[in-house]
């Protein structure tokens, strides 16, 4: 369950979320990759170490630099999930997969 955020931070945690489910939706993430990972460290580098089509590439530093982005997203919160939803569910994005989803 997500923590508990201001209007600001709950608007980036969902962008987080919303980022990680399009990294999934175009390979980056995947349930695996999260399962390998016990870090956000590790997941950073197990999802830059995924091979990509050359247009997708600069989307792996968008995907990264969104983990730095919400508090949520700890060590030991990396660590507890196994699936791309679990660490979803870690923001305050929930299932979305709308780019919108701040608009």
Known sequence: MPALFN??????STLVGTT????????IL?????????????LKDNIMAVK?????????FVVTKA????PAITDAAVNGV?????LVAL??????TDINVLE
């Not at 983990?67 to 919400?70: E, I």
């Open 67 to 70: 983990l730095d982005k919400d």
């Open 20 to 27: 990680q489910n399009r990294g999934a939706a175009v390979g």
């Open 52 to 60: 990509v089509h050359n247009d997708q590439e600069n989307y792996k």
């Open 30 to 42: 995947t349930d695996a990759i999260v399962a390998a990972s016990t870090t956000v460290q590790g």
């Open 7 to 12: 209007a600001d931070t709950t608007n980036l």
């Open 82 to 86: 196994t699936t791309v939803a679990g």
């Open 91 to 96: 923001t305050q994005a929930g299932a979305s």
